[in-house]
């Protein structure tokens, strides 16, 4: 079972204060890069896997979406997606991303935001994920970068430019990584780029964009923390397809 750090009371108190939490999607920084990767949305049957506040859910009608599941492990996620949404066709439920099941063939797009490097069984996920699309349906999905989730060296040190970076180490082994992040012990998965790929072709995908991430020169101007994202991808952003 996926780690339900999420309703862990101080995890979810740290998140809420992050500007994603609190601006939804106009918050993340990396969003108009991953809205350029979504198809269109005019009557598409969706479902949005780690759908905490449930934004990009509710962004999705906007866009025209017929109907959106939105799919979270975290009871507190669900119960505040369900205070700000009041769109009947939304629905939320409370499942397992590590034992998920979907029905076949049902989604246009299947969508998911910074949730799969917590999910140990990735493949199996990536399987299930391609036959519930239908024929020519999309998944687009970001992630933790792995040059992000690799380093357990001893720390960050600044460069010429003063901005933070951090060693990659251990970047070939694969597996769990354990963090202190809002709470102790937050369990991640740490997989080399070329993994993600090869797991997604072996389930059928054809890989349509792969974006490493990285804040422009007007985000750094407007957010000066930014910029030590421009010294290592933290995330990337993956748009794949169902062509048969």
């Known amino acids: 079972m996926t780690q339900n ?21 106009d918050g993340a920084p990396e969003w108009s890069s991953l809205k350029a990767m979504l198809p269109d949305m005019n009557g598409a049957h969706v479902a949005d896997l ?83 699309l239908k024929a020519g349906g999309h998944f687009v999905f970001s992630g933790e970068h792995p040059v992000y989730t690799a380093p357990c060296g001893p720390g960050w040190k600044l460069n010429e430019q003063g ?25 991640k998965q740490h997989r ?8 997604l072709i072996e389930a ?5 964009h792969l974006d490493e991430w990285g804040p422009s020169a007007e985000q750094i101007a407007a957010y000066p923390d930014l910029a030590e994202e421009a010294e290592r991808p933290m995330l990337f952003l993956m748009s794949v397809q169902k062509t048969r």
């Open 5 to 25: 750090i999420y309703d862990d009371q101080a995890f979810f108190d740290g998140y809420a204060g992050l500007g994603r939490s609190q601006f939804g999607l």
């Open 204 to 208: 059928g995908f054809v890989i349509r």
């Open 50 to 132: 780690g759908c905490g506040y449930g934004w990009f859910c509710r962004a999705a009608r906007e866009m025209g979406a017929a109907d959106v599941l939105g799919l979270d492990i975290s009871e507190k996620m669900l119960e505040k997606a369900r205070s700000m949404t009041p769109d009947t066709g939304i629905r939320y439920e409370r499942r397992d991303l590590e034992a998920l099941t979907l029905p076949e063939t049902s989604f246009d797009l299947i969508y998911s935001s910074l949730t799969l490097h917590y999910i140990d069984a990735l493949p199996a996920l990536f399987r299930t994920i391609f036959q519930a």
């Open 192 to 199: 080399k780029l070329g993994t993600y790929i090869n797991s």
């Open 163 to 187: 901005h933070k970076t951090w060693p990659v180490d251990g970047y070939q082994r694969e597996g769990q990584r354990v963090t202190d992040w809002f709470a102790e012990g937050v369990i």
